[in-house]
Nanobody, 121 residues
Framework: QVQLVESGGGLVQPGGSLRLSCAASGRMMHINAMGWYRQAPGKQRELVARISSGSSTNYLESVKGRFTISRDNAKNTVYLQMNRLKPEDTAVYYC???????????????WGQGTQVTVRP
C-alpha cells in the first residue's frame, strides 16, 4: 500500500508564502501523476495543481502565477510552492498520487491525510 505524508501547512498572512511537501512511501512503485487538491469549509474538493511523470503541469486558474508544483522523482516527493497567498486560499490541502506497484503490477491511487493552510491577517 502506498502512503502519502504531507507537511508544510500553517497560518500565514495575506501576501505570504508556504511550501507544502508530500512524500510517497511503501512498496516499490512507479508514480504517474501527483497533485494537490484543496477543500474549503462548505465547498467541494478542487484540483489545485497536478504534475505528470514527464513534469507536465496544470493549475487551477485562480492560482496560476502564484503557485508552482514540482516533483523529485528520486524521492517520490511532490512540492507546492504557494506565493502571494490570499484569504480565499484557506483550505485543507490534500496530496494525491497514482501509479503502479511494481511487485504486483496493480494500479493505485492514494491520498494524504490533509494539511491545513490558513491565510488571514
Amino acid at each position: 500500500q502506498v502512503q502519502l505524508v504531507e507537511s508544510g501547512g500553517g497560518l500565514v498572512q495575506p501576501g505570504g508564502s508556504l511550501r507544502l511537501s508530500c512524500a510517497a512511501s511503501g512498496r516499490m512503485m512507479h508514480i504517474n501523476a501527483m497533485g494537490w487538491y484543496r477543500q474549503a469549509p462548505g465547498k467541494q474538493r478542487e484540483l489545485v495543481a497536478r504534475i505528470s511523470s514527464g513534469s507536465s503541469t496544470n493549475y487551477l486558474e485562480s492560482v496560476k502565477g502564484r503557485f508552482t508544483i514540482s516533483r523529485d522523482n528520486a524521492k517520490n516527493t511532490v512540492y507546492l510552492q504557494m506565493n502571494r497567498l490570499k484569504p480565499e486560499d484557506t483550505a485543507v490541502y490534500y496530496c494525491n498520487a497514482d501509479g503502479v506497484e511494481l511487485a504486483t503490477a496493480k494500479g493505485f491511487e492514494s491520498w494524504g491525510q490533509g494539511t491545513q493552510v490558513t491565510v488571514r491577517p
